[in-house]
């Protein structure tokens, strides 16, 4: 049971962290960030993470890079899966 426990808070945790990784790469891809901020622009955001959320770790610039490119190969699967979900005549279980 409390090893059970263990594992559901873990799975959580995960999921939590895959979302924000998640929005984070779509806030960046969506704004063109990089276009408008330059050269600088991760290390800056990495700062900023930072410094907004201390003690929390994985806000470095090549994890930051990884979030936006996470969120580029993903996103298209999504796009793809839903256009699918939407043409089926079976109905989709919550």
Same mark, same amino acid.
């Given at each position: 049971? *409390?090893i +059970?426990?263990?594992? /559901?808070?873990?799975?959580?945790?995960?999921?939590?962290? &895959? =979302? *924000?990784?998640?929005?984070?790469?779509?806030?960046?891809? @969506?704004? +063109?960030?990089?276009?408008?901020y330059? /050269?600088? *622009?991760?290390?800056? &955001?990495? =700062?900023?993470?930072?410094?907004?959320?201390?003690?929390?770790?994985? &806000?470095? @610039?090549?994890?930051?890079?990884?979030?936006? =490119? *996470?969120?580029? &190969?993903?996103?298209?699967? +999504?796009?793809?899966?839903? +256009?699918?979900? @939407? /043409?089926?005549?079976?109905?989709?279980?919550?």
């Amino acid at each position: 049971m *409390f090893i +059970q426990s263990q594992v /559901k808070a873990a799975v959580k945790v995960n999921t939590e962290m &895959l =979302r *924000f990784y998640w929005s984070l790469g779509r806030d960046i891809v @969506e704004r +063109q960030a990089e276009n408008h901020y330059g /050269k600088s *622009f991760y290390a800056n &955001l990495s =700062r900023d993470l930072k410094k907004a959320i201390p003690g929390v770790s994985g &806000l470095t @610039e090549n994890n930051i890079r990884y979030a936006k =490119r *996470f969120y580029e &190969l993903y996103s298209q699967s +999504q796009e793809i899966l839903q +256009q699918v979900a @939407e /043409k089926s005549d079976t109905p989709i279980l919550q």
